[in-house]
């Protein structure tokens, strides 16, 4: 079965560590894989997806590293799984109406089966549809508001300085 992979939730946590950098001081993959405790490796590779879909924007030399490139309300969450997955598909249709026994011994195609798309797959793009509308209406603005009320101040204070000192520590 289809499923949005851990990628989207690295993704999802990174661009929520890259709202609060501060003013050009962007972060570098290392930074941010480390604070999450993935692989710089597999990091790298999401932002590289990332950056190609315009949702960040790296700058190089000691100093460099990753920014967002859009205001946080500009990114949505289907953005993200785009950018990451490609185009997301709950069910793939292998039109076995057209496979149905009776038929196929007969050599009769039944007049229904022509008579536009599949019930089946019908319902399964509604439903693919509700998935994407309801990820578009999430953004990484949402996401930082939703988490910022969940964390007390003394922790969005440590993951802000961990972040400040990882930048000092590359200058």
């Given at each position: 079965m289809a499923y949005l992979g851990k990628s989207i939730e690295y993704a999802l946590h990174s661009l929520?560590?890259?709202?609060?950098?501060?003013e050009d001081s962007p972060l570098g993959v290392s930074d941010i894989a480390e604070f999450q405790g993935v692989s710089p490796t597999y990091l790298?590779?999401?932002?590289?997806r990332l950056k190609k879909a315009g949702i960040l924007r790296s700058s190089i030399g000691v100093n460099g590293g990753y920014e967002l490139a859009k205001p946080p309300d500009q990114i949505t969450f289907w953005d993200v799984v785009v950018a990451v997955e490609g185009e997301f598909r709950l069910f793939e249709c292998r039109n076995?109406?057209?496979k149905i026994a009776i038929y196929k011994e007969?050599?009769?195609n039944p007049d229904w089966e022509s008579r536009g798309p599949c019930t089946i797959h019908k319902v399964?793009?509604?439903v693919e549809t509700q998935?994407?509308?309801s990820l578009k209406e999430k953004n990484i603005a949402w996401l930082s508001k939703v988490v910022g009320q969940k964390l007390s101040q003394k922790e969005k204070n440590a993951a802000i300085q961990w972040f400040i000192q990882s930048v000092d520590d590359r200058k």
């Open positions: 929520l560590s890259l709202i609060n950098t501060p790298a590779k999401i932002f590289t076995i109406r057209e007969s050599c009769q399964m793009m509604d998935i994407a509308n």
